[in-house]
């Protein structure tokens, strides 16, 4: 499976941007889609995660202001971002987990099994 991301950029403070993340190759719907971001000198941590179901998982330093969805026709999945600060500026992957996957391992990076290349977003104060 191969994963493109786009939509990444340049925001001020308290600004939105969309990330968008396309699944193409051998794919499925029923995949685990998730967003990671690694910031300056900071090791790669969790975002955000959606099940095929629709369920969706966020870490606490994004929930309330960043949205996971997917549409599950085009395997596409998407983060809006909220309420940005300079503390959310980093590279911003998504990824997928194309086997089964237990609630207590969704938010470890290596549990994922397929990247997108990672797409700069940079928060101005």
């Known amino acids: 499976v191969q994963l493109q991301a786009s939509g990444g950029g340049l925001a001020q403070a308290g600004g939105s941007l969309r990330l968008s993340c396309a699944a193409s190759g051998r794919t499925s719907a029923s995949y685990l889609m998730g967003w990671f971001r690694q910031g300056p000198g900071k090791e790669r941590e969790f975002v955000a995660t959606?099940?095929?179901?629709?369920?969706?998982y966020y870490s606490d330093s994004v929930k309330g202001r960043f949205t996971i969805s997917r549409d599950n026709a085009k395997i596409t999945v998407y983060l809006r971002m909220n309420s940005l600060t300079p503390e959310d500026t980093a590279v911003y992957y998504c990824?997928?987990?194309?086997?089964?996957?237990?609630?207590?391992?969704?938010?470890?990076?290596?549990?994922?099994?397929?990247w997108g290349q990672g797409t700069q977003v940079t928060v101005s104060s």
């Open positions: 990824a997928v987990r194309r086997g089964r996957i237990v609630l207590t391992s969704i938010r470890d990076w290596y549990m994922y099994d397929a």
């Open positions: 959606i099940a095929w179901s629709g369920n969706t």
